[in-house]
């Protein structure tokens, strides 16, 4: 049993950064980790995703490239996402996730994971 509580959401500015948390009980050593967002109103969204083995791959969504980096620190069990130049769009709640068992190709889909935080609001205002 793995359980997952994020941090570090809040109200910012846009075009400021922000740097979310996912902190693990239970080892999540060998899972892909990734972080979603919602919207009121809208879909859940698949943003930032990292694999099991540490190796660097990671994989984005189209409208966070280039301004979130996932980062994960295993001896920490920690989940990190950075967030640059944050916009109004990027308002959601943000959620981390985890898929135990190796996954060499990280994964932007919700259904693929297993467990779950409570989630992290992130409000950007103009």
């Known amino acids: 049993q793995v359980q997952l509580e994020e941090s570090g959401g809040g109200s910012a500015q846009e075009g400021t950064s922000l740097r979310l948390s996912c902190v693990a009980s239970?080892?999540?050593?060998?899972?892909?980790m990734g972080w979603f967002r919602q919207a009121p109103g809208k879909q859940r969204e698949g943003v930032a995703a990292?694999?099991?083995?540490?190796?660097?791959?990671?994989r984005y969504a189209d409208s966070v490239k280039g301004r979130f980096t996932i980062t994960k620190d295993d001896a920490k069990n920690t989940l990190y996402l950075d967030i640059n130049t944050l916009r109004p769009e990027d308002t959601a709640m943000y959620y981390c996730?985890?898929?135990?068992?190796?996954?060499?190709?990280?994964?932007?889909?919700?259904?693929?994971?297993?467990?779950w935080g409570q989630g992290t609001q992130v409000t950007v205002s103009s």
């Open positions: 239970g080892s999540t050593y060998r899972s892909c």
């Open positions: 990292i694999d099991s083995e540490s190796t660097g791959r990671t």
């Open positions: 996730a985890a898929k135990p068992g190796i996954c060499w190709i990280p994964s932007l889909v919700g259904t693929d994971y297993k467990y």
